[in-house]
C-alpha cells in the first residue's frame, strides 16, 4: 500500500514552521496576569471528560466556520440520535443556543480566537476547542506551535475551568507533535486533538482507501497516547472502518466531520453516526438514554 502525505510547506503562515523538527527547542510564552470573569458551566467537567476516560467518546463536528443553521441543526439532530457522546460547532451563541435547544449532549465550540469562547460558554457550550483548521489551510495558512501555546494559555486564562481541548497540527512532523502535546498538558489542556486525514490522498479505492486516509490522523494518536497522559481524541479522515482503529492505537475517543456534515439528507446523517457508534461498541443504554428523552426516529 502507497499512500501520498502532503507536506504544506509551500502554504503562507504565520509563522512558518520549521523542517528540522526544532520549533518547539525553547519558547514558553510567558502568562498573563490579567483576570477574566469565570463562566458558568452548563454541565459538570467530569460529565464532559466521562465518556474520554472509558475510552469511548464520539465526538461529531459540525465545522468551526460553518454557520448554516440549517446544516448545524441536521448535524447536532444526527449526533444526538445517532449515539454520539458529543457534538462540536462554531463559536457562536446564536448557535450554541440552537444546539442546546436540540441535544443534551456536551456542546463543543471550535476557534483560534480566544476571545469569543466565553460568550459562547455563557450561551450553553460546556467545552472549547482551539483547532479544526482545515479551513485555514484551505486558506494557505498555517499554525505555528508557539502560536497554539499562546491561544491555550490567553484560553486557560480566560475559561480555567472549562473542558479545553487543544488541535496538533498535522503540519509538524510527529515527533514534533508529540512534544507540543506534552507542553499542551503542562498547561492544563484536557483533551489532546490529532488531524491529518486532510493532506493524505489515498490511492486506493475502498476500504483499503479508507484505511490510507486515516493513517495520518491514526499515527498521531499512537505517538501522542504514548507521550501524554490527558486523553487523545483522534480526528480527520475517520469512518466506521478506521473508527476501532483510533482506539487501538491509543485514542480515547474520536472526532468526525466531513464524513457527516457534507450529507445532504440528515437521516443518512443519522445513520451514518450509528454506524460509527457501531464500531465503536458504545452500549445501548447510550441510545436508550436517547430515546428516554424523547429523542426518537
Request: a negative charge.
Given at each position: 500500500m502507497s499512500s501520498s502525505i502532503c507536506t504544506p510547506n509551500s502554504l503562507l503562515s504565520y509563522t512558518r514552521l520549521k523542517p528540522n523538527c526544532n520549533s518547539l527547542s525553547s519558547h514558553r510564552p510567558k502568562r498573563s496576569s490579567s483576570l477574566i470573569p469565570i463562566a458558568s458551566l452548563s454541565i459538570p467537567k467530569e460529565t464532559v471528560?466521562?465518556?474520554?476516560?472509558?475510552?469511548?467518546?464520539?465526538?461529531?463536528?459540525?465545522?468551526?466556520?460553518?454557520?448554516?443553521?440549517?446544516?448545524?441543526?441536521?448535524?447536532?439532530?444526527?449526533?444526538?440520535?445517532?449515539?454520539?457522546?458529543?457534538?462540536?460547532?462554531a463559536c457562536d451563541p446564536d448557535l450554541v443556543k440552537l444546539a442546546t435547544s436540540l441535544t443534551r449532549l456536551p456542546i463543543c465550540v471550535s476557534s483560534v480566537d480566544p476571545s469569543v469562547f466565553l460568550a459562547a460558554v455563557d450561551a450553553g457550550a460546556s467545552m472549547v476547542e482551539i483547532g479544526n483548521y482545515d479551513s485555514f489551510?484551505?486558506?494557505g495558512i498555517v499554525f505555528s506551535p508557539e502560536q497554539i501555546l499562546d491561544l491555550t494559555m490567553e484560553t486557560r486564562r480566560i475559561l480555567p475551568l472549562v473542558t479545553l481541548s487543544v488541535t496538533v497540527p498535522h503540519t509538524l512532523?510527529?515527533?514534533?507533535?508529540?512534544?507540543?502535546?506534552?507542553?499542551?498538558?503542562?498547561?492544563g489542556v484536557d483533551i489532546i486533538q490529532t488531524e491529518g486525514g486532510k493532506c493524505s490522498n489515498p490511492s486506493k479505492s475502498g476500504v483499503l482507501g479508507l484505511i490510507e486516509k486515516a493513517s495520518p490522523t491514526l499515527a498521531a494518536a499512537y505517538l501522542i497516547s504514548r507521550a501524554v497522559r490527558i486523553p487523545v481524541m483522534c480526528a480527520s479522515g475517520l469512518s466506521a472502518v478506521t473508527a476501532p482503529m483510533a482506539i487501538t492505537a491509543g485514542a480515547a475517543g474520536i472526532g468526525v466531520g466531513s464524513a457527516i456534515n457534507k450529507l445532504n439528507d440528515v437521516i443518512a446523517m443519522i445513520a451514518e453516526v450509528r454506524s460509527i457508534a457501531d464500531s465503536l461498541g458504545l452500549p445501548v443504554t447510550t441510545r436508550n438514554e436517547l430515546e428516554n428523552r424523547g429523542l426518537r426516529l
Open positions: 471528560l466521562n465518556s474520554f476516560h472509558e475510552r469511548r467518546a464520539l465526538k461529531i463536528i459540525s465545522g468551526l466556520q460553518n454557520f448554516d443553521k440549517d446544516n448545524v441543526a441536521s448535524v447536532v439532530t444526527a449526533a444526538d440520535k445517532g449515539g454520539a457522546t458529543h457534538v462540536d460547532i489551510y484551505d486558506a512532523c510527529l515527533p514534533d507533535q508529540a512534544k507540543l502535546a506534552e507542553l499542551l498538558e503542562q498547561e
